[in-house]
């Protein structure tokens, strides 16, 4: 029988939950009008009026938020809550400009916790789990995110950060953690420094891993499940909405149950802006509805995913997000051909011979686009075939060539000679924008 943190919130009739949503955004509309000088203006300017405000389906006629709306009010100008009742800041990594910082106040703090438990909850985490929390702390919201929602829920919460990836293990195993939390790139390292160390995942009692924070196909889900013998769930979530568990996969794993009492979601099309009815693949944008420190009207993500508003299997009746496949703006343009790196990774995840280690260079010589994929080989393969290596090569690249219909230049690299992620991985270098490593 499947149980549930809030039972009555997280299998709500859709009638009911659309009408909660109602209620909430009026709230929210009035007092982003009345506290935050932009949202008054871009409203004023849009002609809705926050008081008569009716129709959920009205969401459409607001004005979007975007990263350079923040940006442009750095650092607090969007708090809609006086600095005395905001209790923590948080803060995107900010690698161009200035970083988007966000405000919590202590109710904030609360319902960011509770939407955690609810989604370890869901994936079978209780009192009795230890959890190893492995998201960095600090500015970044995966460490201490994932760290409340643990303790809220009960759970045995070790905060052992990103790194150090060898006393990761020994703890793993000394402390017989069941639960890791922390990017699928890091846990593939964990999961390779393990395996050097002579760990046997199988005989330890880790069980779920709760991973997101970055874009992971489900071949690398299915390489991260078999190396470390768990059952690997997909987390995702935004700083600017409220950091981890805006979605969560349950044990299903057929999509991420977005909290639809917090958040409203809408897909729409990324070059007219126009709402796209369920299914249809888009870009995600996110209204807060009960959020204090800094509310947020319809952000744009830049994350692509559809929506699927059915009952799942276990019961739940707030939508599902199908496992965001990459960002408008990670998307590659070679020679005119649109490329998501996500593309590149499954077709490479199906091949058994290579590590799931890659790294897309593109390059532009000539005035003409070139793209080149590093992926590393196994020991065994890069000792007893060197002389086969250049065919292996171009069989990748057809490979390629047939999924996503351009030719990359494929160059096997021997073993552990591409950069490790602790967090978030890099897996492009563009070179075309002058980026070096
Ligand atoms: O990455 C929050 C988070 C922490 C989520 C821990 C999950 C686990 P930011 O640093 O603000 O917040 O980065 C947000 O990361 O817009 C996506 O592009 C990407 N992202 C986050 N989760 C996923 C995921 C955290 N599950 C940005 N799949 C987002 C794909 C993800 N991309």
Not at 232 to 248: F, H, K, M, R, W
Request: charged share 25%; aromatic share 8%.
């Amino acid at each position: 029988m499947v149980d549930y943190w809030e039972k009555n919130d997280e299998t709500m009739p859709r009638e009911k939950l659309l009408a909660l949503q109602l209620e909430r955004l009026k709230k929210t509309l009035i007092g982003v009008y009345e506290h935050v000088k932009f949202y008054r203006e871009r409203i004023d300017e849009s002609g809705v009026d926050p008081y008569g405000f009716k129709n959920l389906d009205d969401l459409a006629n607001l004005p979007f938020t975007t990263k350079d709306d923040l940006r442009l009010n750095y650092p607090f100008g969007m708090f809609a809550r006086p600095m005395e009742e905001i209790v923590r800041i948080h803060s995107s990594s900010g690698t161009t400009g200035n970083p988007t910082v966000v405000g919590y106040t202590k109710n904030d703090i609360a319902l960011w916790g509770n939407l955690i438990a609810r989604n370890l909850y869901s994936v079978g985490v209780r009192e009795n789990d230890l959890i190893q929390n492995s998201y960095g702390y600090g500015l970044f919201t995966g460490g201490l995110g994932l760290h409340y929602g643990a303790e809220i829920l009960g759970a045995t919460v070790i905060p052992v950060s990103g790194g150090n990836t060898q006393r990761q293990l020994k703890i793993m195993a000394d402390y017989q953690s069941t639960v890791l939390c922390c990017t699928p790139s890091y846990a593939l390292y964990i999961a390779e420094v393990g395996s050097e160390m002579g760990i046997d995942f199988s005989s330890l009692p880790l069980r779920v891993g709760v991973m997101g924070a970055e874009p992971w196909t489900e071949e690398m889900r299915a390489e991260i499940e078999r190396r470390l013998s768990i059952d690997a769930v997909d987390i995702y979530g935004l700083s600017e909405i409220i950091g981890p568990g805006v979605s969560c996969e349950c044990l299903a794993k057929k999509g991420l149950h977005v909290a639809e009492d917090h958040f409203i979601i809408e897909i729409i099309d990324p070059a007219t802006g126009k709402t796209l009815p369920p299914g249809q693949r888009g870009e995600m944008v996110f209204t807060s509805i009960t959020k204090e420190g800094i509310p947020i009207i319809r952000y744009r993500t830049r994350d692509l995913s559809a929506l699927d508003p059915s009952v799942c299997a276990c019961g739940r009746t707030h939508a599902r997000m199908a496992k965001p496949m990459g960002r408008t703006d990670d998307m590659l343009i070679i020679r005119g051909v649109n490329v998501f790196p996500s593309q590149i990774e499954e077709v490479l995840m199906k091949v058994k011979e290579v590590e799931p280690h890659y790294l897309i260079v593109v390059d532009r010589k000539n005035y003409l686009d070139s793209m080149e994929l590093w992926v590393e080989v196994s020991e065994d393969i890069f000792s007893e075939k060197m002389n086969e290596l250049e065919a292996f090569e171009s069989s990748i690249a057809s490979k390629l060539y047939s999924a996503i219909g351009i030719h990359v230049n494929v160059k096997l690299k021997e073993p552990k000679t591409i950069k490790r992620s602790m967090g978030k991985a890099k897996r492009v270098l563009d070179r075309r924008k002058g980026e070096s490593g």
